[in-house]
């Protein structure tokens, strides 16, 4: 094999992880399927990323780890998460220059990507989460960070745990159609409770984002996540994402069609760097 088969194969390979990780059950159910068709639903213990506790009231942080690119990533001893002390000061208005493009604060800092049920996933100290409620991350600041974040924090954790009908149900804007064929599906058990780390250990934090589009009840939202370097070029896999503003709180809508929401690009050129 040539080593632009070698790398073709390479890119294809992890695209193909990233891309039905980061879209799994935003179009279809069958795709969290396709990710663990060789595997049991139950995967073994030995292969799953164990949280510092299983305390659901337990505070505080275990050690820091690294992720796949070997950046920080810190292990709260709550399973759900750890939010951070809240500065709505720090909040974007719509009068600000950046209002579309500024970062949320606290994110670079100790504490801003945590490993939540082995995925990175953003915890902000102006735009939320402010909260776990009944071990789902909520508490949002209506303004475009609170929208990126909370896309990334719902994505990653139902890609992590697709069983968790809890938050499928109240966290993502779905019909009783897409319910019923959920449902369908956790009967059947064709949804793991928790994916293995060869599959959440391509959930690392995205290096940057961009809002396409922003208004009060919807975001369009995308999200930019390292790939490989080919031909001497550094891909990211972008995954666009839909959010609405629905109860006082983000939720992610699944794309109407079934096509792929996920191109790469070999530039972050007009991104916001977290």
Do not use: C
Not at 164 to 190: H, I, K
């Amino acid at each position: 094999m040539s080593e632009k088969e070698s790398l073709e194969r390479e890119r294809i390979s992890f695209g193909a992880i990233v891309s039905a990780a980061l879209l799994a059950l935003i179009l279809v159910v069958g795709v969290v399927v396709w990710v663990n068709r060789d595997e049991p639903a139950s995967a073994s213990k030995g292969d799953v990323a164990q949280p510092a506790s299983n305390d659901p009231n337990a505070t505080g942080f275990a050690g820091p780890e690294v992720d796949l690119f070997g950046r920080r990533v810190d292990v709260p001893n709550n399973p759900a998460g750890q939010p951070l002390p809240q500065k709505p000061a720090a909040q974007r208005k719509p009068s600000d220059p950046e209002w579309l493009t500024a970062a949320p604060a606290g994110t670079t800092e100790p504490h801003g990507w945590q490993r939540v049920y082995g995925a990175s996933v953003p915890f902000s100290t102006s735009d939320g989460p402010s909260r776990i409620e009944d071990g789902l991350a909520v508490g949002y600041s209506h303004t475009p960070q609170g929208a990126v974040l909370a896309s990334a924090q719902i994505t990653y954790r139902l890609n992590a745990r697709p069983a968790d009908r809890e938050l499928y149900v109240r966290q993502v804007r779905v019909s009783a159609q897409q319910v019923a064929a959920y449902d369908q599906a956790l009967a059947e058990s064709r949804l793991p409770k928790q994916q293995p780390e060869r599959v959440t250990r391509y959930l690392v934090a995205p290096d940057a984002f961009q809002i396409e589009n922003y208004a009060d009840d919807m975001a369009i939202v995308r999200l930019a996540a390292r790939g490989p370097v080919v031909d001497s070029r550094q891909l990211w896999a972008a995954v666009r994402l839909i959010m609405v503003w629905d109860a006082g709180d983000w939720r992610l809508k699944p794309a109407a069609s079934r096509q792929s929401q996920t191109e790469y690009v070999d530039s972050l050129a007009g991104w916001t760097k977290w």
